[in-house]
């Protein structure tokens, strides 16, 4: 009998958890599936990674598969004496079997197969997906309903994995936030034998924005003013996702101080809302007219005011 390596194949440990070894398969498995799949060679990988995964998701299975030992893939090897005895209810010849015809016998020869056939009809819960939507500002700060295109894998009637494509209205609620995981129950894949159907879960990536940068729910926007604007003080406009508002400059303000607007960030989950922060940006003119070059002129020559100063104290 060949070993192989089920494992491996997976590309886990072997003491990976069901749930990693679910996911290792579900990748796999969306990757070299035949109906999605362009790559050489992807049918046979997906029946080695399907044949993988009939054994060891089934507790069982998994630990007569772990009784066997541990060998090199494609090593001729035997069973170790008497390791059909806890699973089969009479001898049997290993000569001539392969291991899949093995495993695959637990639904035949062996004592658990009975067991497992009394369960066949029971409910199954569907499998969980995962897909991910990008939203733009707006919609996460006044809560939106958008519509999903997704193709999502689920199996045929005869049991082999497919696209199938799914259109879903989701609403997303106020105060959503970059990277958060929204889980939509019910709309998974299908279960089986009556059973409930399993979860998407719905990740969130927020869109770049031409005017704010985001941090949790508090939004930075670089406030550009002119070198009068700082020095004199001014009140001047101000864009919110909420709508223009009035910021109030103090007079001798600076380049990189930060203006907090208080509650005009996004909308927290549960109450209140993040902050916004103006940034300044002192921007000179472009170009200047005969009688602003005259009256900067007049300011050079007035002003005491020397930014470098410091340079001498050093």
């Known amino acids: 009998m060949k070993y192989k390596d089920y494992y491996a194949t997976l590309g886990v440990e072997r003491t990976a958890g069901a749930d990693e070894i679910k996911k290792a398969y579900r990748r796999l498995a969306h990757k070299y599936h035949p109906d999605l799949s362009k790559e050489a060679g992807a049918e046979d990988k997906f029946k080695e990674v399907t044949e993988a995964y009939e054994t060891l998701k089934d507790p069982e299975k998994r630990a007569a598969y772990d009784q066997l030992g541990s060998y090199r893939s494609g090593q001729d090897f035997e069973p170790p004496p008497g390791w059909e005895q806890g699973f089969a209810e009479q001898p049997f010849s290993f000569e001539d079997l392969d291991l899949s015809d093995l495993f695959a016998n637990f639904g035949g020869g062996f004592r658990q197969a009975r067991r497992g056939r009394a369960r066949a009809d029971q409910p199954i819960r569907g499998e969980d997906y995962e897909a991910s939507t990008r939203l733009s500002l707006e919609d996460v700060f006044r809560g939106a309903e958008i519509e999903l295109n997704l193709t999502l894998p689920d ?25 958060q995981r929204l889980r939509l129950a019910g709309q998974g894949g299908l279960g089986y034998h009556g059973g409930p159907n399993g979860d998407l879960f719905l990740t969130i990536h927020l869109q770049p924005h031409p005017l704010y940068r985001v941090s949790g729910h508090d939004l ?43 509650g005009r960030g996004l909308p927290r989950p549960r109450e209140g809302a993040g902050d916004l922060f103006a940034i300044v940006q002192i921007v000179n003119p472009p170009t200047l007219s005969e009688r602003e070059r005259e009256l900067m002129h007049q300011l050079a020559q007035l002003s005491t005011f020397n930014p470098r100063a410091h340079f001498h104290t050093a």
């Open 220 to 262: 930075y926007l670089d406030l550009p003013l002119a070198p009068w604007e700082a020095a004199l003080g001014a009140s001047v406009e101000v864009p919110t996702l909420g709508g223009a508002v009035r910021l109030k400059v103090a007079p001798g303000t600076g380049t990189g101080q930060q203006l907090r607007l208080a």
């Open 155 to 179: 199996y045929a009637d005869s049991g082999f994995l497919r696209g199938v494509p799914h259109t879903l209205k989701v609403r997303i609620p106020k105060g959503a936030s970059d990277g």
